[in-house]
């Protein structure tokens, strides 16, 4: 069964790409590619159609990932569509939340943070880079490809 990964923040245009990313980078080197449908999403619409920011784009290139995905806004319909959904901080998971109308729907337990499956960092939350410098942009490839390390394996379990 092809399980189908959504990754999730505010303007899909830095972290959640960004996610994308390294998590199909991490399938391709391990030859799982055919398992996982993988897209991201944003809770905002200011970039829709947008690539990822240049600055976003340039430091994943530097760690051999390209991103090539186009911002889009998340909809009601994707928390049934995918099997899980990865937020980046906490307002990402609020907005996502509130996309479920009824609250004791299972679709709640789909939705969780990246961070909660860090091997190495005790962060809860993926830094938004947009208005920082160059250093808020590793970090955000440093983190996520911890903890998509540790996702992979949960998927794989
Ligand atoms: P992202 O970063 O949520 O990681 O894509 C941001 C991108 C754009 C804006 C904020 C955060 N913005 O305000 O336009």
Request: net charge negative.
């Amino acid at each position: 069964m092809v399980k189908k990964i959504l990754f999730v923040c505010l303007g899909n245009i830095c972290r959640s790409p960004a996610a994308e990313g390294v998590f199909k980078q991490k399938l391709k080197e391990r030859d799982l590619e055919k398992l996982f449908v993988v897209d991201s999403a944003g809770t905002g619409g200011w970039h829709v159609g947008n690539l990822a920011d240049p600055r976003m784009r340039e430091t994943a290139l530097s760690r051999g990932i390209e991103l090539t995905s186009r911002s889009r806004k998340i909809d009601e319909s994707d928390l049934y569509e995918f099997d899980q959904i990865l937020v980046m901080d906490n307002d990402n998971l609020a907005a996502v939340k509130s996309l479920i109308k009824d609250h004791k729907s299972p679709v709640n337990s789909k939705i969780k943070l990246i961070l909660s499956y860090s091997k190495n960092s005790h962060l809860e939350e993926v830094p938004d880079p947009y208005y920082g410098g160059q250093n808020g942009f590793d970090k955000v490839i440093d983190l996520l490809d911890d903890a998509i390390d540790g996702l992979i394996d949960s998927l794989m379990d």
